[in-house]
């Protein structure tokens, strides 16, 4: 793969987990609206509407893991930012991006297992009775895409989103 084809792969991959978290947002945002509307005009909740939304909420709380990576957006400690010369930058940064991949890899392979053991004993959501294993995808899905994301800054170091508290 070469940079510019990784470029355009990680724009769509951007655009595609924005579109999905924000749909996710704007149910959730409908879900809570029609709960409120409900127990206040006919006085009676629709009944797992509060759960759905939270169900919601995670999944684009998590894609916002990945988002936030694009974005350059992630916090990150500072304490050792004047411990090496300036000119160490480029190659501290791709040794930090590739660690930072490596943490989202590990990370990964837990909510696969955490996934799976969901899976496999058929966890269900409670009230809603629907199998838990759909949405708790995402989370394996946003580590993973976290990581590859990280792997491919450490490749491409231009592909790197400039961190806005550096400008």
């Known amino acids: ?5 990784a470029g355009s792969f990680l724009k769509r991959l951007y655009q595609l987990e924005a579109f999905v978290a924000a749909f996710a947002y704007g149910v959730l945002a409908v879900t809570v609206l029609a709960d409120v509307v409900f127990r206040e005009i006919f006085s009676s909740p629709v009944l797992g509407t509060q759960r759905f939304a939270v169900y919601m ?6 894609l916002g893991v990945g988002l936030a990576a694009a974005a350059g957006s992630h916090m990150r400690p500072r304490v050792a930012d ?4 300036a000119a160490w930058n480029p190659g ?7 660690v930072t991949s490596a943490i989202f890899a590990g990370a990964g392979y837990y909510a696969v297992l955490f996934w799976h053991t969901g899976f496999v004993m058929g966890d269900t959501a409670p009230v809603l009775d629907w199998a838990l294993w759909p949405i708790q995808i995402v989370i394996p899905y946003a580590f993973f895409s976290t ?21």
């Open 1 to 5: 793969m070469h940079m510019s084809g």
């Open 82 to 85: 004047n411990w090496f010369p």
């Open 92 to 98: 501290i940064n791709r040794v930090s991006n590739l």
């Open 147 to 167: 990581t590859l994301r990280y792997l491919l800054f450490a490749l491409f170091p231009n592909l790197s989103p400039a961190n806005e508290e550096e400008k």
């Open 57 to 62: 909420s995670i999944i684009a709380g998590f």
